[in-house]
Nanobody, 118 residues
Framework: QVQLVESGGGLVQAGGSLRLSCAASESISGINVMGWYRQAPGNQRELVAVMGSSGSRNYADSVKGRFTVSRDNAKNTVYLQMNSLKPEDTAVYLC????????????WGQGTQVTVSS
């Protein structure tokens, strides 16, 4: 079993920044998909950022230019740098790691709360 431990959430003012971390219990070098999702009360879970093992990245329109996914393979950790935060970014953020072609290899972190005050 792979465990993902998320950290870095908190309360910030609009315009502030946070960096979320998702530390895996094993190597992430072979992971195909490293995603960050968020879910606010009453809203669907939304994919906000995703990174492939090659380093390719894609972002939801709502966060483009503000959020950046990165990884440190040596630390088995995926990051989400969030800048210029807005109140609408308030949500529980969850990381998700997948291996394409291996449905059983699909793990989620516990979630970390991000609250952005106006």
């Amino acid at each position: 079993q792979v465990q993902l431990v998320e950290s870095g959430g908190g309360l910030v003012q609009a315009g502030g920044s946070l960096r979320l971390s998702c530390a895996a219990s094993e190597s992430i070098s072979g992971i195909n998909v490293m995603g960050w999702y968020r879910q606010a009360p009453g809203n669907q879970r939304e994919l906000v950022a995703v990174m492939g093992s090659s380093g390719s990245r894609n972002y939801a329109d709502s966060v483009k230019g503000r959020f950046t996914v990165s990884r440190d393979n040596a630390k088995n950790t995926v990051y989400l740098q969030m800048n210029s935060l807005k109140p609408e970014d308030t949500a529980v953020y969850l990381c998700n790691l997948k291996k394409l072609g291996s449905p059983k290899w699909d793990y989620w972190g516990q979630g970390t709360q991000v609250t952005v005050s106006s």
